[in-house]
T-cell receptor, first 115, second 113 residues
């Protein structure tokens, strides 16, 4: 079983829709959670970085963390065609732990927003 | 502020050869990490360097090695290339001392024929 599971999709939505992307994890040592967006032929771009359980909002993006359920989500409101990309969840442990120095990624979800 | 710079962007090598990839981190960042991205395995951690010392290592064979210089720039070397080494190699940098996030470069696309 992989430490991080992410639905690979693909996910296709109309412009303006609310998109929900999700990851589950099994390693309790994971304490820091990130969402990256990756366009074709580009490196991953950091979208959100969270630590605490709860919600964090940045513009049209909301990251949600539920450590008790080992579940994280990314919501995209008013989705745009420019949001079409692969979305990757990533996580790591606390400083000093063995899982701090590396990110463990989900497989990525391919999102297409059509006009 | 300039981002993470990786060179070259594309490489084509033959089985058995070796290759060196280069990464320049964001100014002020002292940690550099390397990841391999393939369609089948996704993003997998290779190793992390901080202040010229390897701080973490992933589960890759010894053919994969790296180093970091005093200016925080890093190189990754793969010896005796195999077809399965074809991948996008990504470098990421961070401040490294706190819980700062990682920022990635656009990668080097390595094709082994």
């Amino acid at each position: 079983q992989k430490e991080v599971e992410q639905d690979p999709g693909p996910l296709s939505v109309p412009e303006g829709a609310i998109v929900s992307l999700n990851c589950t994890y099994s390693n309790s040592a994971f304490q820091y959670f990130m969402w990256y967006r990756q366009y074709s032929r580009k490196g991953p771009e950091l979208l959100m970085y969270t630590y605490s359980s709860g919600n964090k909002e940045d513009g049209r993006f909301t990251a949600q963390v539920d450590k008790s359920s080992k579940y994280i989500s990314l919501f995209i409101r008013d989705s745009q065609p420019s949001d079409s990309a692969t979305y990757l969840c990533a996580m790591r442990g606390s400083p000093g732990g063995t899982s701090y120095g590396k990110l463990t990624f989900g497989q990525g979800t391919i999102l297409t927003v059509h006009p | 502020k300039a981002g993470v710079t990786q060179t070259p962007r594309y490489l084509i090598k033959t089985r058995g050869q070796q290759v060196t990839l280069s990464c320049s981190p964001i100014s002020g960042h002292r940690s550099v990490s390397w990841y391999q991205q393939t369609p089948g395995q996704g993003l997998q951690f290779l190793f992390e360097y901080f202040s010229e010392t390897q701080r973490n290592k992933g589960n890759f064979p010894g053919r994969f090695s790296g180093r970091q210089f005093s200016n925080s720039r890093s190189e990754m070397n793969v010896s005796t290339l195999e077809l399965g080494d074809s991948a996008l190699y990504l470098c990421a940098s961070s401040r490294g001392r706190d819980n700062s996030p990682l920022h990635f470069g656009n990668g080097t696309r390595l094709t082994v024929t």
